[in-house]
Nanobody, 121 residues
């Protein structure tokens, strides 16, 4: 198990940017793929982006491709999600997760507590 703590959420106007961070507790962070997921009110949790343990592979949901960028710094045990050109439909609680390089929720065994992102129109 890896303990994960997200930060960087907040309220932003449409078209604005936010950078989310997720700090991991374990030195073995570099062995895990990392993912970002989000859950809007009344909706199921959905995949946003993932990055392989090495950082060489990255995948994105079609809805965020070209606007969001996932990155990681294994020396700092941290994964980031840079979000640009934000839209009201990006409003959700954002979760980071550690596990296998995948788009599936079930492939991630450790989850953070989430951070709220609200985009006003």
């Amino acid at each position: 198990q890896v303990q994960l703590v997200e930060s960087g959420g907040g309220l932003v106007e449409a078209g604005g940017s936010l950078r989310l961070s997720c700090a991991a507790s374990r030195r073995t962070f570099s062995l895990y793929a990392m993912g970002w997921f989000r859950q809007a009110p009344g909706k199921e949790r959905e995949f946003v982006a993932s990055m392989s343990s090495s950082g060489r592979g990255a995948s994105y949901a079609d809805s965020v491709k070209g606007r969001f960028t996932i990155s990681r710094d294994n020396a700092k045990n941290t994964v980031y999600l840079e979000m640009n050109s934000l839209k009201p439909e990006d409003t959700a609680v954002y979760y980071c997760a550690a596990g296998s390089y995948s788009l599936r929720i079930g492939d991630y065994g450790s989850w953070g507590q989430g951070t709220q992102v609200t985009v006003s129109s």
